[in-house]
């Protein structure tokens, strides 16, 4: 979760979705076919500064198609429903895309645990999912990706984010390898996320040589942390590693400077936020990592910027944006793909086409070269580290995963 951005640029798309037609006077342009695409996010609670950039960033691919006709024929619709960061939320929210027989794709959720409570729904009504920012390696993997034993649970879900195996190995090394830090004391919030991402963390960095002086569960709903902060204080260590997000990795590290350890605190792209500054007056120097590059930086997301600025939202694109985007425009993608082999028509089986029609789909994006492997993950595994300088984050180092 943080702040990026890009825009992508492909080539005429047809499209017809299976749903409602517009009829304009006189037809020509008037006659529309509609295809809703869904996005779903937390839009309100701690977590909205990064669900507000996935919807708007959805928002403007589906104006962008519309403004430029990607897809002859079709008029392309969001539907946006609000998470609240909650699984059982989000399986009802998973429900009202079902039952609307327009909507051939949905995008998000942000957090891995909503999502596991929406794969099911959607795998067994064949209606795609791609997140821009699900990292739980066994939503793609299943649960014996740690084995070895890897095995895609449902075939409808894909994303654009690569996996907090990829994720939290390129964080041990380069708090290793780049940054000297030989101890550390590992932190999470028991969800899904940030449960997962300590994990690959702790694997990786004990390989490496490494050494986890201890480790500690939060209630990532506490906003107190003195009896964790003493513990870490009086371990040596010479950074926090913290699986989680910034509405509680931000009082954390600023709790823990507070005490008078003068170490960093490092996360995931959980907390690759402008909110993690807010939330913390002592965050200078504080480490993340997140996926892809920063979008800033990326030549193919200039054109992303520049509209996302232009169509005027009140809320930054955030660390999901350029995903969201890239996200958002592959469904578009499948979408013509499948009308296109089926004779300009959008096919009666339009879900089963659609979803048939992802493995082909690639495209190159805001984020680079957008495709999906066997599993549903991204093929792009490019990640950047990023320290906070003056209140804001800058890009330490950028990589791309290399299994060892």
């Known amino acids: ?7 992508l640029t492909t080539g005429a798309l047809t499209l017809t979705a299976c749903g409602s037609r517009d009829e304009g006077k006189g037809g020509g342009d008037g006659d529309k076919t509609t295809v809703v695409i869904g996005v779903d996010a937390p839009l309100t609670g701690d977590l ?18 519309n403004k430029e006709g990607t897809v002859e024929g079709v008029e392309f619709k969001l539907q946006a429903t609000d998470d609240q960061a909650q699984p059982s939320v989000g399986q009802q929210n998973a429900q009202k ?3 609307n027989k327009e909507v051939l794709g949905v995008v998000g959720p942000l957090n891995s645990n909503v999502s596991q409570s929406m794969q099911k729904p959607f795998n067994d009504a064949g209606l795609v999912q791609v997140s821009p920012a699900n990292t739980g390696t066994e939503l793609t993997q299943g649960d014996g990706w740690k084995t070895g034993d890897l095995k895609r649970p449902f075939k409808t879900f894909f994303r654009t984010a690569t996996t907090d195996q990829v994720q939290g190995d390129f964080a041990a090394k ?6 000297k830090i030989k101890k550390v004391y590992l932190i999470d919030d028991q969800k899904t996320y940030g449960a997962g991402l300590a994990a690959s963390f702790k694997d990786t960095f004990t390989k490496l040589g490494g050494k986890i002086v201890a480790s500690d569960h939060i209630n990532p709903e506490d906003r107190d942390f003195r009896a964790v902060v003493t513990k870490v204080k009086n371990s040596g260590a010479e950074a926090v590693y913290y699986g989680g997000e910034y509405p509680a990795a931000g009082p954390l590290s600023q709790q823990l400077k507070g005490s008078g350890a003068k170490i960093p605190l490092m996360g995931g792209d959980g907390i690759y936020s402008a909110d993690f500054i807010k939330l913390n007056k002592k965050a200078e120097g504080d480490l993340a990592t997140s996926v892809g590059k920063p979008v800033e930086m990326l030549d193919s997301a200039k ?29 578009i993608e499948a979408v013509r793909i499948a009308v296109e082999e089926n004779n300009g028509k959008l096919p009666e089986d339009a879900r089963a086409k659609v979803l048939e029609a992802m493995s082909k789909v690639k495209f190159e994006g805001v984020t680079g070269t957008v495709s999906f492997d066997e599993y549903g993950d991204t093929t792009n595994t490019m990640m950047t580290a990023y320290r906070v300088e003056g209140k804001e984050w800058k890009p330490e180092f950028s990589g791309a995963y290399k299994p060892e």
Do not use: H, P, Q
């Open 97 to 99: 895309f079902i039952s």
């Open 48 to 65: 909205s500064a990064l669900g507000l950039g996935i919807k708007n960033s959805a928002d403007l691919a589906v104006k962008t198609a």
């Open 303 to 331: 054109t992303f910027i520049k509209n996302y600025e232009a169509a005027g939202y009140k809320d930054a694109y955030e660390a999901y944006g350029g995903g969201t985007y890239d996200a958002t425009w592959s469904i």
């Open 174 to 179: 380069y708090l290793y390898n780049k940054a």
């Open 1 to 7: 979760m943080l702040i990026l951005t890009t825009v």
